[in-house]
């Protein structure tokens, strides 16, 4: 099994600054691509920021410029450091992440339980 642990959510003004993390635990080979995702209340689930085992990243046009991904291999952790926060980027935030859990086997995605994200105006 694997478990994907998020935390640094909160409550912030706008402009103000958050760093979301992710860890990953449990029966893990390898990681290949880490992402973020968020949906606010009556909005479909949207992809923010996702980056690959080799460090290519790809960002959502509403956050690019603001929100930097990176991850620690060495930690099975990806981040989200997100920076001039708006009150539309209130949402919950999930880390996904594409895991092989041994070498002979497929790859699944796994899913954080999901933290607040709430940009005060």
């Known amino acids: 099994q694997v478990q994907l642990v998020e935390s640094g959510g909160g409550l912030v003004q706008a402009g103000g600054s958050l760093r979301l993390s992710c860890a990953a635990s449990g029966s893990i080979f390898s990681i290949n691509a880490m992402g973020w995702y968020r949906q606010a209340p009556g909005k479909q689930r949207e992809l923010v920021a996702a980056?690959?085992?080799?460090?290519?990243?790809n960002y959502a046009d509403s956050v690019k410029g603001r929100f930097t991904i990176s991850r620690d291999n060495a930690k099975n952790t990806v981040y989200l450091q997100m920076n001039s926060l708006k009150p539309e980027d209130t949402a919950v935030y999930s880390c996904?992440?594409?895991?092989?859990?041994?070498?002979?086997?497929?790859?699944?995605?796994?899913w954080g339980q999901g933290t607040q994200v709430t940009v005060s105006s």
């Open positions: 980056i690959t085992s080799d460090g290519g990243t």
């Open positions: 996904k992440m594409v895991v092989r859990t041994v070498w002979w086997g497929n790859r699944g995605d796994y």
